[in-house]
Protein backbone atom coordinates (compact mmCIF):
# COMPACT_ATOMS: atom_id res chain seq x y z
CA UNK A 1 0.00 0.00 0.00
CA UNK A 2 1.20 3.68 -0.68
CA UNK A 3 1.80 5.48 2.20
CA UNK A 4 2.56 9.51 1.47
CA UNK A 5 4.24 11.75 3.93
CA UNK A 6 1.09 13.52 4.67
CA UNK A 7 0.24 10.21 6.02
CA UNK A 8 3.26 10.15 8.51
CA UNK A 9 2.04 13.02 9.45
CA UNK A 10 -1.72 12.00 10.71
CA UNK A 11 0.03 9.04 12.11
CA UNK A 12 2.26 10.95 14.37
CA UNK A 13 -0.47 13.56 14.97
CA UNK A 14 -2.93 10.47 16.30
CA UNK A 15 0.03 9.18 18.24
CA UNK A 16 0.63 12.22 19.86
CA UNK A 17 -2.82 13.01 20.98
CA UNK A 18 -3.57 15.03 17.54
CA UNK A 19 -0.41 17.26 18.77
CA UNK A 20 -2.57 19.14 21.85
CA UNK A 21 -1.24 16.34 24.45
CA UNK A 22 1.93 14.53 24.57
CA UNK A 23 0.96 10.84 25.04
CA UNK A 24 2.44 7.87 24.37
CA UNK A 25 -0.25 5.97 25.21
CA UNK A 26 -3.34 4.54 22.33
CA UNK A 27 -6.76 3.39 22.94
CA UNK A 28 -5.67 -0.24 23.21
CA UNK A 29 -2.97 0.46 26.01
CA UNK A 30 -4.97 2.59 27.54
CA UNK A 31 -7.70 -0.29 28.39
CA UNK A 32 -5.45 -3.32 27.75
CA UNK A 33 -5.91 -4.93 31.65
CA UNK A 34 -10.05 -4.05 30.59
CA UNK A 35 -11.58 -5.24 27.45
CA UNK A 36 -10.47 -5.05 23.57
CA UNK A 37 -11.30 -2.18 21.61
CA UNK A 38 -12.80 -2.97 18.69
CA UNK A 39 -14.02 -0.85 15.22
CA UNK A 40 -16.23 -2.21 12.17
CA UNK A 41 -14.25 -2.40 9.32
CA UNK A 42 -15.87 -1.64 5.40
CA UNK A 43 -14.74 -2.92 2.77
CA UNK A 44 -12.27 -0.04 1.32
CA UNK A 45 -10.46 -0.05 4.27
CA UNK A 46 -9.85 -3.34 4.18
CA UNK A 47 -8.99 -3.41 0.56
CA UNK A 48 -5.96 -0.53 1.05
CA UNK A 49 -8.47 2.29 -0.04
CA UNK A 50 -8.87 4.33 3.49
CA UNK A 51 -4.70 4.67 4.30
CA UNK A 52 -6.01 6.94 7.15
CA UNK A 53 -8.64 4.99 8.40
CA UNK A 54 -5.98 1.84 8.36
CA UNK A 55 -3.48 4.22 10.68
CA UNK A 56 -5.87 5.03 13.18
CA UNK A 57 -7.21 1.37 12.96
CA UNK A 58 -3.97 0.00 13.56
CA UNK A 59 -2.77 2.06 16.14
CA UNK A 60 -5.56 2.35 18.32
CA UNK A 61 -7.50 -0.72 18.30
CA UNK A 62 -6.73 -4.81 18.80
CA UNK A 63 -9.92 -6.28 17.57
CA UNK A 64 -11.76 -5.85 14.05
CA UNK A 65 -15.14 -6.87 13.13
CA UNK A 66 -17.06 -6.95 9.46
CA UNK A 67 -19.26 -4.28 8.82
CA UNK A 68 -20.87 -5.38 5.74
CA UNK A 69 -18.39 -8.13 3.60
CA UNK A 70 -19.65 -11.53 6.03
CA UNK A 71 -23.24 -11.08 5.76
CA UNK A 72 -25.32 -13.45 3.75
CA UNK A 73 -26.47 -11.33 1.06
CA UNK A 74 -22.69 -10.20 0.65
CA UNK A 75 -21.15 -13.25 0.49
CA UNK A 76 -23.67 -15.67 -0.65
CA UNK A 77 -25.80 -14.11 -2.54
CA UNK A 78 -27.23 -16.97 -4.99
CA UNK A 79 -27.58 -20.37 -3.50
CA UNK A 80 -24.34 -22.24 -5.29
CA UNK A 81 -22.18 -18.95 -5.07
CA UNK A 82 -19.92 -17.58 -2.80
CA UNK A 83 -17.86 -14.35 -2.66
CA UNK A 84 -14.96 -14.44 -0.52
CA UNK A 85 -12.87 -11.42 -1.85
CA UNK A 86 -13.88 -9.02 0.60
CA UNK A 87 -14.43 -11.68 3.62
CA UNK A 88 -10.77 -12.79 3.02
CA UNK A 89 -9.14 -9.40 2.81
CA UNK A 90 -11.03 -8.40 5.91
CA UNK A 91 -9.33 -12.00 8.21
CA UNK A 92 -5.86 -11.46 6.82
CA UNK A 93 -5.84 -7.67 7.16
CA UNK A 94 -6.84 -8.59 11.27
CA UNK A 95 -4.23 -11.59 11.31
CA UNK A 96 -1.30 -9.20 9.76
CA UNK A 97 -2.09 -6.84 12.60
CA UNK A 98 -2.64 -9.81 15.29
CA UNK A 99 -5.92 -8.28 16.14
CA UNK A 100 -9.38 -10.17 17.35
CA UNK A 101 -10.96 -10.74 14.42
CA UNK A 102 -14.85 -11.11 14.77
CA UNK A 103 -17.04 -12.76 12.14
CA UNK A 104 -20.63 -10.57 11.38
CA UNK A 105 -23.44 -12.10 10.87
CA UNK A 106 -24.42 -15.81 10.15
CA UNK A 107 -28.06 -15.61 10.66
CA UNK A 108 -29.84 -12.24 10.54
CA UNK A 109 -33.26 -11.42 8.82
CA UNK A 110 -31.76 -8.25 7.28
CA UNK A 111 -29.68 -8.32 4.67
CA UNK A 112 -30.07 -11.94 3.60
CA UNK A 113 -29.83 -13.26 0.66
CA UNK A 114 -33.54 -13.09 -1.29
CA UNK A 115 -32.89 -16.88 -2.60
CA UNK A 116 -32.21 -17.97 1.02
CA UNK A 117 -36.14 -18.71 2.40
CA UNK A 118 -38.32 -19.52 -0.90
CA UNK A 119 -38.82 -22.11 -3.67
CA UNK A 120 -38.63 -21.93 -6.57
CA UNK A 121 -42.77 -20.96 -7.29
CA UNK A 122 -41.73 -17.96 -4.51
CA UNK A 123 -43.36 -19.78 -1.58
CA UNK A 124 -41.59 -20.45 1.57
CA UNK A 125 -39.40 -23.37 1.86
CA UNK A 126 -40.12 -26.13 4.39
CA UNK A 127 -38.35 -26.36 7.59
CA UNK A 128 -36.34 -29.45 6.53
CA UNK A 129 -34.99 -27.44 3.53
CA UNK A 130 -34.55 -24.60 5.71
CA UNK A 131 -32.62 -26.18 7.77
CA UNK A 132 -30.48 -27.37 5.34
CA UNK A 133 -30.16 -24.02 3.81
CA UNK A 134 -28.47 -22.85 7.32
CA UNK A 135 -26.82 -25.79 7.89
CA UNK A 136 -24.69 -25.57 4.42
CA UNK A 137 -24.32 -21.51 4.73
CA UNK A 138 -23.21 -21.61 8.35
CA UNK A 139 -21.08 -24.66 7.59
CA UNK A 140 -19.41 -23.19 4.59
CA UNK A 141 -18.88 -19.95 6.34
CA UNK A 142 -17.50 -20.47 9.18
CA UNK A 143 -15.06 -23.62 8.05
CA UNK A 144 -14.00 -21.45 5.80
CA UNK A 145 -12.39 -19.61 8.18
CA UNK A 146 -12.01 -22.21 10.99
CA UNK A 147 -9.39 -21.58 13.56
CA UNK A 148 -8.79 -17.56 12.61
CA UNK A 149 -11.95 -15.64 13.79
CA UNK A 150 -12.23 -15.24 17.96
CA UNK A 151 -15.68 -15.40 17.66
CA UNK A 152 -19.21 -14.71 15.58
CA UNK A 153 -22.43 -13.35 16.22
CA UNK A 154 -24.16 -16.15 15.53
CA UNK A 155 -27.89 -14.89 15.87
CA UNK A 156 -28.52 -10.74 15.29
CA UNK A 157 -31.45 -9.15 16.43
CA UNK A 158 -34.29 -11.61 16.78
CA UNK A 159 -36.18 -10.21 19.66
CA UNK A 160 -38.65 -7.33 19.25
CA UNK A 161 -38.11 -4.07 22.36
CA UNK A 162 -40.98 -5.74 23.74
CA UNK A 163 -39.94 -9.35 24.51
CA UNK A 164 -41.57 -11.05 21.60
CA UNK A 165 -39.85 -12.89 18.87
CA UNK A 166 -39.33 -11.33 15.27
CA UNK A 167 -41.73 -12.24 13.35
CA UNK A 168 -38.86 -12.93 10.35
CA UNK A 169 -39.04 -15.74 8.21
CA UNK A 170 -36.22 -17.55 9.98
CA UNK A 171 -39.26 -17.75 12.69
CA UNK A 172 -41.80 -18.26 10.49
CA UNK A 173 -40.74 -21.21 8.99
CA UNK A 174 -38.62 -22.66 12.07
CA UNK A 175 -40.35 -21.30 15.09
CA UNK A 176 -37.62 -20.95 18.28
CA UNK A 177 -36.22 -23.26 16.71
CA UNK A 178 -34.10 -21.68 14.57
CA UNK A 179 -31.46 -19.97 17.30
CA UNK A 180 -30.30 -23.20 18.56
CA UNK A 181 -30.10 -24.94 15.20
CA UNK A 182 -27.83 -21.92 14.59
CA UNK A 183 -25.55 -22.45 17.37
CA UNK A 184 -25.21 -26.03 16.59
CA UNK A 185 -24.48 -25.45 13.14
CA UNK A 186 -22.04 -22.86 14.03
CA UNK A 187 -20.17 -24.86 16.97
CA UNK A 188 -19.57 -27.80 14.30
CA UNK A 189 -18.04 -25.72 11.95
CA UNK A 190 -15.39 -24.24 14.53
CA UNK A 191 -15.26 -25.97 17.97
CA UNK A 192 -13.10 -23.48 19.03
CA UNK A 193 -14.64 -20.53 18.24
CA UNK A 194 -16.21 -18.23 20.66
CA UNK A 195 -19.97 -17.71 19.59
CA UNK A 196 -22.55 -14.74 20.35
CA UNK A 197 -25.92 -13.74 20.03
CA UNK A 198 -26.39 -9.98 19.08
CA UNK A 199 -29.46 -6.97 19.51
CA UNK A 200 -29.90 -3.49 19.89
CA UNK A 201 -31.86 -1.87 22.58
CA UNK A 202 -30.56 -4.16 24.88
CA UNK A 203 -31.48 -1.74 27.86
CA UNK A 204 -35.42 -2.62 27.01
CA UNK A 205 -36.30 -4.70 30.10
CA UNK A 206 -38.64 -6.89 28.41
CA UNK A 207 -35.85 -7.76 25.54
CA UNK A 208 -33.31 -8.65 28.40
CA UNK A 209 -35.22 -10.85 30.45
CA UNK A 210 -36.22 -12.46 26.84
CA UNK A 211 -32.44 -12.72 26.41
CA UNK A 212 -31.54 -14.44 29.69
CA UNK A 213 -34.02 -16.63 29.02
CA UNK A 214 -32.78 -17.45 25.78
CA UNK A 215 -29.12 -17.98 26.56
CA UNK A 216 -30.63 -19.97 29.61
CA UNK A 217 -32.61 -22.48 27.42
CA UNK A 218 -29.39 -22.77 24.99
CA UNK A 219 -27.36 -23.99 28.05
CA UNK A 220 -29.90 -26.15 29.52
CA UNK A 221 -29.45 -28.02 25.50
CA UNK A 222 -25.35 -27.55 26.30
CA UNK A 223 -25.08 -25.57 23.25
CA UNK A 224 -21.94 -23.54 23.81
CA UNK A 225 -22.33 -19.75 23.58
CA UNK A 226 -20.12 -17.30 25.38
CA UNK A 227 -21.11 -13.62 25.08
CA UNK A 228 -24.20 -11.51 24.48
CA UNK A 229 -23.49 -8.61 22.15
CA UNK A 230 -24.96 -5.32 23.13
CA UNK A 231 -25.32 -3.41 19.95
CA UNK A 232 -25.58 0.21 21.60
CA UNK A 233 -26.60 2.00 19.38
CA UNK A 234 -27.19 5.23 20.91
CA UNK A 235 -28.19 8.64 21.01
CA UNK A 236 -27.64 11.69 23.92
CA UNK A 237 -31.28 11.20 24.71
CA UNK A 238 -31.32 7.52 24.79
CA UNK A 239 -31.33 4.73 26.51
CA UNK A 240 -31.56 5.40 30.49
CA UNK A 241 -27.90 4.57 31.30
CA UNK A 242 -29.32 2.79 34.33
CA UNK A 243 -31.28 0.57 32.69
CA UNK A 244 -28.40 0.12 30.09
CA UNK A 245 -26.09 -0.78 33.40
CA UNK A 246 -28.42 -3.18 34.63
CA UNK A 247 -28.43 -4.81 31.29
CA UNK A 248 -24.80 -5.12 31.69
CA UNK A 249 -25.13 -6.49 35.08
CA UNK A 250 -28.47 -8.99 34.37
CA UNK A 251 -26.31 -10.00 31.54
CA UNK A 252 -23.04 -10.44 33.70
CA UNK A 253 -24.32 -12.53 36.04
CA UNK A 254 -25.42 -15.20 33.33
CA UNK A 255 -21.56 -16.10 33.55
CA UNK A 256 -21.65 -14.94 29.82
CA UNK A 257 -18.82 -12.40 28.64
CA UNK A 258 -20.90 -9.25 27.65
CA UNK A 259 -19.60 -7.05 24.68
CA UNK A 260 -20.61 -3.69 23.30
CA UNK A 261 -20.51 -4.50 19.80
CA UNK A 262 -21.95 -1.66 18.02
CA UNK A 263 -21.26 1.28 19.97
CA UNK A 264 -21.63 4.46 17.78
CA UNK A 265 -24.01 7.95 19.59
CA UNK A 266 -25.95 9.98 17.13
CA UNK A 267 -25.39 13.85 18.17
CA UNK A 268 -27.98 14.65 15.98
CA UNK A 269 -31.71 15.23 16.60
CA UNK A 270 -33.28 11.50 17.38
CA UNK A 271 -35.71 10.56 15.24
CA UNK A 272 -36.49 7.00 16.93
CA UNK A 273 -34.68 5.15 18.76
CA UNK A 274 -34.51 1.55 17.10
CA UNK A 275 -31.82 0.60 15.21
CA UNK A 276 -33.58 -1.47 12.66
CA UNK A 277 -32.38 -0.87 9.36
CA UNK A 278 -35.63 -1.06 7.88
CA UNK A 279 -36.96 1.87 9.41
CA UNK A 280 -35.82 4.73 7.31
CA UNK A 281 -37.67 8.20 6.84
CA UNK A 282 -38.07 10.80 4.04
CA UNK A 283 -34.93 13.50 4.72
CA UNK A 284 -36.47 16.74 6.65
CA UNK A 285 -33.73 19.50 7.14
CA UNK A 286 -34.90 20.07 10.75
CA UNK A 287 -33.41 16.81 11.35
CA UNK A 288 -30.10 17.73 10.02
CA UNK A 289 -29.19 20.59 12.15
CA UNK A 290 -25.45 20.39 12.14
CA UNK A 291 -24.13 20.18 8.49
CA UNK A 292 -21.23 22.79 8.85
CA UNK A 293 -20.13 21.07 12.06
CA UNK A 294 -21.13 20.54 15.52
CA UNK A 295 -21.82 23.47 18.21
CA UNK A 296 -20.01 23.40 21.32
CA UNK A 297 -22.33 22.91 23.37
CA UNK A 298 -23.39 19.47 21.99
CA UNK A 299 -19.92 18.56 21.47
CA UNK A 300 -19.14 19.09 25.23
CA UNK A 301 -22.83 16.86 25.87
CA UNK A 302 -21.65 14.01 23.83
CA UNK A 303 -18.39 13.73 24.80
CA UNK A 304 -19.94 14.11 28.99
CA UNK A 305 -22.29 11.34 28.11
CA UNK A 306 -19.75 9.15 26.08
CA UNK A 307 -17.22 9.70 28.91
CA UNK A 308 -20.30 8.15 31.76
CA UNK A 309 -20.31 5.22 29.20
CA UNK A 310 -17.10 4.65 29.51
CA UNK A 311 -17.28 4.59 33.56
CA UNK A 312 -19.84 2.31 33.28
CA UNK A 313 -18.22 0.17 30.95
CA UNK A 314 -14.99 0.38 33.28
CA UNK A 315 -16.42 -0.67 36.10
CA UNK A 316 -18.15 -3.45 34.30
CA UNK A 317 -14.46 -4.84 33.15
CA UNK A 318 -15.05 -7.90 34.92
CA UNK A 319 -17.48 -9.22 32.69
CA UNK A 320 -17.38 -6.49 29.77
CA UNK A 321 -14.93 -8.62 27.08
CA UNK A 322 -14.82 -6.00 24.30
CA UNK A 323 -16.00 -2.49 23.22
CA UNK A 324 -16.40 -2.22 19.94
CA UNK A 325 -17.21 0.86 17.42
CA UNK A 326 -19.43 0.65 14.73
CA UNK A 327 -16.75 2.22 12.42
CA UNK A 328 -13.98 4.46 13.32
CA UNK A 329 -14.76 8.20 12.17
CA UNK A 330 -17.51 10.18 11.77
CA UNK A 331 -17.88 10.54 7.91
CA UNK A 332 -18.20 6.57 7.21
CA UNK A 333 -20.83 6.24 9.89
CA UNK A 334 -23.97 4.19 8.98
CA UNK A 335 -25.71 6.92 10.76
CA UNK A 336 -25.19 9.43 8.66
CA UNK A 337 -27.74 7.89 6.75
CA UNK A 338 -30.37 6.41 9.14
CA UNK A 339 -32.91 6.41 10.08
CA UNK A 340 -33.06 9.96 7.41
CA UNK A 341 -30.64 9.70 4.49
CA UNK A 342 -28.04 12.67 3.90
CA UNK A 343 -27.34 14.06 7.32
CA UNK A 344 -23.96 14.94 9.14
CA UNK A 345 -24.23 12.98 12.35
CA UNK A 346 -20.89 12.86 14.79
CA UNK A 347 -21.54 9.45 16.73
CA UNK A 348 -17.50 7.69 16.43
CA UNK A 349 -14.56 7.63 18.55
CA UNK A 350 -12.52 10.02 15.53
CA UNK A 351 -14.27 13.16 13.74
CA UNK A 352 -14.02 13.75 9.78
CA UNK A 353 -10.36 14.95 9.95
CA UNK A 354 -9.39 11.79 12.12
CA UNK A 355 -8.80 13.59 15.34
CA UNK A 356 -9.63 11.88 18.60
CA UNK A 357 -12.54 12.88 20.35
CA UNK A 358 -11.82 14.61 23.48
CA UNK A 359 -13.29 12.38 25.78
CA UNK A 360 -10.67 9.88 24.86
CA UNK A 361 -8.02 12.45 24.12
CA UNK A 362 -8.17 13.39 27.92
CA UNK A 363 -8.30 10.35 28.88
CA UNK A 364 -4.92 9.05 27.19
CA UNK A 365 -3.57 12.50 28.06
CA UNK A 366 -3.44 11.78 31.86
O1 LIG B 1 -23.29 -0.44 9.08
C1 LIG B 1 -24.02 -1.33 8.26
C2 LIG B 1 -24.50 -0.60 7.01
O2 LIG B 1 -23.39 -0.23 6.22
C3 LIG B 1 -25.43 -1.49 6.21
O3 LIG B 1 -25.97 -0.77 5.12
C4 LIG B 1 -26.56 -1.98 7.11
C5 LIG B 1 -27.51 -2.94 6.40
O4 LIG B 1 -26.88 -4.16 6.23
O5 LIG B 1 -26.02 -2.66 8.24
C6 LIG B 1 -25.23 -1.85 9.04
O6 LIG B 1 -24.79 -2.58 10.16
C7 LIG B 1 -25.80 -3.08 11.03
C8 LIG B 1 -25.30 -4.36 11.65
O7 LIG B 1 -24.91 -5.26 10.65
C9 LIG B 1 -26.35 -4.97 12.56
N1 LIG B 1 -26.82 -4.04 13.55
C10 LIG B 1 -27.23 -2.73 13.06
C11 LIG B 1 -26.12 -2.14 12.19
C12 LIG B 1 -26.51 -0.76 11.72
O8 LIG B 1 -27.62 -0.86 10.88
Known amino acids: MKTDFSDWVLAGMLFVGCGTAKSPVTVKEYFKNEFLIGAAIPVPHVKGLDAKADSVVSLHFNSIVAENC????????????????????????????????????????????????????????????????????????????????????????????????????????????????????????DPEAELYINDYSMACPPKREEYVRIVGELRKRGLRIDGIGMQSHIGLDYPDLGEYEKSIEVFGNTGLQVMITELDMTAIPTVHKRADVADNVAFKAAFNPYKEGLPENVSKQWNARMDSVFQIYRKHSDVISRVTWWGTHDGMSWRNDFPMRGRTDYPLLFDREYRMKQFMEEKLAR
Not at 136 to 159: A, C, F, L, M, S
Open 70 to 189: MKCGEIHPRKDEYYWDAADAFVRYGEERGMAVIGHVLVWHSQVAPWFFYDSAGSYVTPEELKKRMHDHIVTVVGRYKGRIKGWDVVNEVIEDNGTYRRSPFYEILGEEFIPLAFQYAHEA
